[in-house]
């Protein structure tokens, strides 16, 4: 929108008269502040490895007090690493920069009872529960809590016969993806014993196609070759998930309804690239 030559009236609370400025002090002033805008980028980039080093470390400890929470509980050994943390564990050994505040699991939906019952302990130890995540037909797909603004999204999957189904939403549209059946295995990080497919790299490519190039664009409900299907989502009324006791009261921003680092704008997903 241009600017002509009258004066553009803005209000100053602290007088009571308003100050009146040409057409040539706006678009001076506006020149000004884009000039700042970019000094202000260039410091940034310089702090940006440090920001993702103290990101990566708040991750690290806060996966490892999830691991703990949950060992003594029905879940134990029946949830897997899956999404962007496998991905960056195979391809650096670490969570990746751009994805260190969310991270994903799965698990089956015969184990949801287990799940359900060991959110106590997850709650006793600091995680809040953010959201119950629910399909067009009313049936959870997902769970994410939250600790020291690090998301830990648990991702259900639903067997069909050879492949593993779960169900996520990006802008209204619920995306449904199947992803091989694989059988667990388990391995080391962050000190703690996790478990993960057998054939992480057959996962990866499956959710990922080539997932040892980085591509920060990424979105899996646009680029996942896992996606099968897309549709309107109906979010449904209620919570009927016997989980309403544990949710925290949060703002929209904070139950992932803004868009995150991949475009999310509502569930989780296996992942970022």
Same mark, same amino acid.
Request: net charge negative.
């Given at each position: 929108?241009?600017?002509?030559?009258?004066?553009?009236?803005?209000?100053?609370?602290?007088? !009571?008269?308003?100050?009146?400025?040409?057409?040539?002090?706006?678009?001076?002033?506006?020149?000004?502040?884009?000039?700042?805008?970019?000094?202000?980028?260039?410091?940034? =980039?310089?702090?940006?490895?440090? #920001? =993702?080093?103290?990101?990566?470390?708040?991750?690290?400890? /806060?996966?490892?007090?999830?691991?703990?929470?949950?060992?003594?509980?029905?879940?134990?050994?029946?949830?897997?690493?899956?999404?962007?943390?496998?991905?960056?564990?195979?391809?650096?050994?670490?969570?990746?920069?751009?994805?260190?505040?969310? #991270?994903?699991?799965?698990?089956?939906?015969?184990?949801?009872?287990?799940?359900?019952?060991?959110? $106590?302990?997850?709650?006793?130890?600091?995680?809040?529960?953010?959201? #119950?995540? +629910? @399909?067009?037909?009313?049936?959870?797909?997902?769970?994410?809590?939250? +600790? =020291?603004?690090?998301?830990?999204?648990?991702?259900?999957?639903?067997?069909?016969?050879?492949?593993?189904?779960? +169900?996520?939403?990006?802008?209204?549209?619920?995306?449904?993806?199947? #992803?091989?059946?694989? $059988?667990?295995?388990?391995? /080391?990080?962050?000190?703690?014993? &996790?478990?993960?497919?057998?054939?992480?790299? !057959? /996962?990866?490519?499956?959710?990922?196609?080539? &997932?040892?190039?980085?591509?920060?664009? &990424?979105?899996? @409900?646009?680029?996942?070759?896992?996606?099968?299907?897309?549709?309107?989502? !109906?979010? $449904?009324?209620? @919570? $009927?998930?016997?989980?309403?006791?544990?949710?925290?009261?949060?703002?929209?921003?904070? !139950?992932?309804?803004?868009?995150?680092? @991949?475009?999310?704008?509502?569930?989780?997903?296996?992942?970022?690239?």
């Amino acid at each position: 929108m241009g600017v002509d030559n009258a004066t553009v009236a803005l209000s100053a609370p602290d007088r !009571r008269e308003s100050l009146s400025w040409s057409a040539d002090r706006v678009r001076a002033a506006a020149l000004a502040t884009v000039r700042h805008a970019g000094e202000l980028m260039k410091r940034v =980039s310089i702090c940006v490895p440090v #920001v =993702s080093a103290v990101s990566r470390h708040v991750t690290h400890t /806060e996966i490892r007090r999830l691991h703990d929470a949950l060992e003594p509980t029905p879940i134990a050994d029946r949830y897997w690493i899956i999404g962007g943390l496998l991905l960056g564990w195979a391809r650096q050994g670490d969570v990746l920069a751009h994805d260190a505040a969310d #991270v994903d699991f799965a698990f089956r939906a015969t184990d949801y009872e287990r799940l359900k019952a060991s959110t $106590p302990a997850l709650v006793a130890a600091g995680f809040h529960l953010l959201h #119950v995540w +629910r @399909d067009n037909d009313g049936e959870l797909t997902a769970l994410t809590f939250e +600790r =020291s603004g690090v998301h830990f999204d648990f991702i259900k999957m639903t067997a069909l016969e050879d492949r593993l189904r779960y +169900r996520c939403f990006f802008f209204g549209v619920q995306v449904t993806g199947e #992803v091989p059946a694989q $059988p667990l295995t388990a391995f /080391e990080l962050f000190g703690k014993r &996790w478990l993960k497919v057998a054939d992480h790299e !057959r /996962e990866l490519a499956a959710v990922y196609g080539d &997932w040892r190039t980085p591509r920060l664009e &990424w979105r899996t @409900d646009r680029d996942s070759p896992s996606v099968t299907s897309r549709e309107p989502h !109906r979010a $449904p009324e209620g @919570d $009927p998930s016997d989980l309403s006791e544990y949710l925290v009261a949060t703002r929209p921003a904070d !139950r992932l309804e803004n868009a995150t680092s @991949d475009g999310r704008t509502t569930a989780p997903s296996p992942g970022e690239s």
